[in-house]
């Protein structure tokens, strides 16, 4: 595992935004392990910070052509071509204070960003990167556009751009980034928009503070005018920077295969939230710690009034967990079963084991999307009446699990004695 980054000393510079045309003092400075990335408005009383995660992400909406942070009362706009940077470079943790609502456009590019961060220079961090590995495929789509993210050992990412009316072919680029690859492919690409843009951008306040040398104007032909491109395929490898840029809102470096056609800031900060969600889902999956009735149901798929387990206080994933089920007389099971003097039923005993080792079996990784069933139940014992009022601890452990089977033993225990035990087998079956 590598470890978390910052830079080594602090750094200032200027420059004009690319659509507000504001101009903007800037100073990145190192932050401690855990950090992330923190705007500053150093104009505004009180200095408020945004940090950059999914949460303070504006609507692509409110800022077009622009990925924004902030709230109700404060805003930092283009954000994307640090971003990008502090990716591209592996920089976890720093410290950004402005003087305005819009960071410098510089050349367009990442490229800028990344001779400051040199210069700044970069050091490691006591603790250790946390890397998200896609765990399920996430697609969306959006007016002809899609993107999606893949589950892979690395960061790969593949972007088509089919602008008929920008380019004259269509132009496809995928690679798999590390600093280096980043560095020289991709953080010197420049923004880009088409000539027949420029009036009705600036009409919309927009672009105030582009020019041909921050911007790559593009005529009806896809001809560049008054500049030259760096790469003959430069519009799609800007459009992978973007992507980068907004992808490290999820506030970590990501191990997914992204796979983009005609995507821009609006699909990919959609795209951003899915994974956030699905990081949501694994972290309470990994914790070592409590699952409530609602995490449990989005591991199992048993529901009211089959679902017999109300919480899981213990797991390790794979090997053992330990669940709690509360014994009441308003269990539908006690209406029928002796109302005289209710009893709760062995086979539901057992089938609140078999829930908690399907919990135990289902979380971990490589079962994800699942289900469990019965092959066989043995060794089976009842040694003492479970009632209302009872809470019914459940102990299971791992005999043996692959990828097809699970061989797991079970006990159920109130007030620390043993009222049931059983050993059974579930085929892992991919739902």
């Not at 945004?50 to 283009?78: F, H, W, Y």
């Not at 492919?185 to 919309?204: D, G, H, M, N």
């Amino acid at each position: 595992m590598d470890k978390q980054k910052t830079i080594l000393r602090e750094i200032s510079f200027s420059g004009i935004g690319l659509h507000t045309g504001n101009k903007s003092n800037v100073t990145l400075k190192p932050a401690e392990a855990d950090t992330g990335i923190v705007f500053i408005r150093k104009d505004i009383a009180g200095f408020p910070k945004i940090k950059a995660c999914v949460e303070n992400m504006l609507s692509a909406q409110s800022t077009p052509r622009r990925t924004s942070v902030g709230n109700d009362t404060v805003q930092i706009q283009t954000v994307e071509h640090l971003m990008a940077a502090l990716s591209g470079l592996g920089v976890d943790n720093l410290w950004v204070e402005l003087d305005s609502n819009e960071l410098p456009g510089l050349d367009g590019s990442s490229l800028k960003y990344i001779e400051l961060l040199d210069q700044a220079g970069i050091k490691e961090q006591e603790k250790e990167r946390d890397y998200f590995s896609i765990k399920e495929p996430i697609r969306i789509e959006e007016a002809g556009a899609s993107i999606m993210a893949l589950p892979a050992a690395e960061f790969k990412i593949s972007y088509t751009l089919d602008y008929k009316l920008l380019l004259p072919k269509t132009e496809f680029i995928e690679m798999t980034l590390n600093p280096e690859v980043f560095k020289n492919e991709i953080a010197p690409a420049r923004t880009f928009c088409l000539e027949s843009e420029v009036a009705e951008l600036k009409r919309q306040g927009l672009g105030l503070g582009a020019n041909y040398e921050n911007t790559l104007v593009l005529d009806k032909d896809g001809r560049v005018i008054k500049n030259k491109t760096r790469f003959p395929n430069e519009a799609v490898r800007h459009k992978v920077l973007d992507l980068i840029g907004d992808l490290y809102f999820t506030g970590c470096p990501l191990k997914a295969h992204i796979i983009a056609l005609k995507s821009g800031h609006s699909l990919n900060l959609k795209l951003v939230k899915k994974i956030a969600e699905q990081r949501k889902r694994d972290s309470m999956y990994t914790q070592k710690g409590v699952l409530e009735v609602t995490d449990i149901m989005k591991i199992i798929p048993h529901r009211e009034p089959f679902l017999f387990v109300d919480r899981i206080t213990k797991i390790e994933y794979g090997k053992s967990a330990t669940g709690i089920k509360n014994v009441t007389i308003n269990d539908y099971f006690f209406k029928g079963h002796f109302p005289g003097r209710p009893v709760m039923p062995g086979v539901i005993i057992v089938e609140a084991m078999a829930q908690v080792g399907g919990v135990m079996m289902l979380a971990a990784e490589e079962n994800r999307g699942k289900l469990a069933f019965f092959l066989s139940i043995d060794n089976v014992k009842f040694r003492k009446p479970v009632v209302p009022g009872d809470q019914l601890v459940l102990e299971v452990e791992a005999i043996k699990v692959k990828s097809k089977t699970g061989q797991v033993r079970g006990r159920a225990l109130v007030d620390g004695k043993v009222v049931a035990e059983a050993d059974f087998v579930c085929a892992l079956i991919k739902d």
